[in-house]
């Protein structure tokens, strides 16, 4: 038979695989820790559950700078600060699953359920996280969320204990996601919590189907999306931790987007027809974290001699093949706080010796440095990474053992605070400054286990609290200088790098956008 001949109604089966299932595949760099994104603070995780599964009561957006509705309508904030009440959008479903049929919409109680868990002790979810609440912790909410009420199906009212000029930012983040208190209460009634992290459930653009641990992830379109259906039908992560066999299965089609790419790989993919690069200013940072508790390197006289130590120019260009900015402290120099004028750690190995020998570690010491085995937009080449730092080290008199250690496991040893020297990057999630300072420099994120320096310093947290008292751009901006000044005096990272995002992705992409949070919005993209 010709094609010629086949009768018309036959004519779509002739299109391609790819639009015939309207099937896209991204090929992700590691698994993540589980779904309920609550209890854990890499941006992996948030990608695989938050950013497809689950909505939350506002975004940010990165177009505008500013916080735009989402499961909220609208909001109002009282004259002092201390209230917020939100309109929902009305009739919001939640994903229907062989596991679960839900009876009604998405309502207050839902909210109100979503928080107290993370908040309450006596709540009868809070010890069903593993892993505790992390962000929640960090982020001081259990002291200033003083309770919430559902006044009404569809008005949700927040009172906080004071100001908080951070306080709807940090709703934009992965872990204010919104969660299913009916979902919540078949699960506990059944004597089955955990499937909470197993079996997600949310009211976002995608349907969690299944998930096999450094393999796959698929999800399938929720038709009943209340931001409308996305356009392509199903959504699978080809968990894939080795950038060099992303880019090979992006030319093969068997992904048509393709996360983290190696520098090389992003000037390969600009010479290949069939592919193209998606880009932005990443509003992150690559660090190695200090572990101050961890002698000698409680000595603020030894962090210093490791940053000297560094040959920060020459790692650059080994790792991220010049495609990344130095990093002088923690925030990026598009931070509207950032303090430009801070002298550094230039390498200067005679300096670094004698502040060693200053201490009584003249004939210097061993320690280890944890990295992870597979590259990321933060760590494009692990090993190369440690090993320069370990030579540079050597120089001053410190052995460092490198250890190379599993993502998920890495994550959870390092925030229970094992380390020593660990390489790690942040991601700031909504703009504000304080998403950097609060996370990872407050003595309530070495209890939550995201301040890798693991540094408490009442002074430091009295500069970085009063910076979230204020709405005052200018006097935030001073509070925050003043604590930069005291992060870098105290050495308490080795700042690495703000890099590009950069995303590879088929021609026929359409719709998709890297963001500089790192985050992934897949409702959107369609193919040409």
Sequence with gaps: MR??????????????????????????EASPEGFDVVQYNSLTTTNASADVLMNRLVDFDTASGKVVASLADSWEVSTDGLTYVFKL???????????????????????KFSFDRMLDPAHPWHQVAQSGF??????????????IDALDPLTVRFTLDHPDSTFLATLTMGFASIYSAEYADQLLKAGTPEKLNSQPIGSGPFIFGRFQ??????????????AGKPAVDSLVFAITPDANV??????RNECQIALSPKPLDVQAAAQEPTLKIESTPAFMTAFVAINSQHPPLDKPEVRQAINLAFDKASYLKAVFEDTAQAANGPYPPTTWSYAKDLPGYPKDTAKARALLAKVGLKEGFKTTIWTRPSGSLLNPNPSLGAQLLQADLAEVGIQAEIRVIEWGELIRR?????????FMGWAGDNGDPDNFLTPQFSCAAVKSGTN????????????????KTTTEQGVRSKLYEQAQAQIQQQALWLPLAH???????????????????GRQDYSKVSFK
């Design 246 to 251: 992303r880019l090979q299965k992006l030319r």
């Design 499 to 517: 890099p590009t995002a950069y995303a590879l992705t088929r021609k026929e992409v359409q719709g998709y956008q890297v963001s500089p949070f």
């Design 89 to 111: 959008h009305p009739q919001v479903k939640f994903h229907h699953t062989e596991y679960f049929s839900p009876t009604r919409d998405l309502s207050a109680e839902d909210v």
């Design 213 to 226: 641990k450094d393999a796959s992830i698929r999800y399938k379109a929720n038709r009943d999306y209340f």
């Design 3 to 28: 094609l010629a001949a086949l009768p018309l109604l036959l004519a779509p089966l002739l299109l391609s695989p790819l639009a015939q299932a309207a099937a896209l595949s991204v090929c992700t």
């Design 452 to 467: 890798f320096a693991r540094y408490c310093d009442q002074g430091l947290d009295k500069v970085i609290s009063a910076g």
């Design 414 to 422: 390092a925030k229970a605070g094992e380390h020593d020297l660990l």
């Design 134 to 147: 992390p962000h929640a912790q960090s982020m001081q909410l259990p002291a200033l969320i003083k309770k």
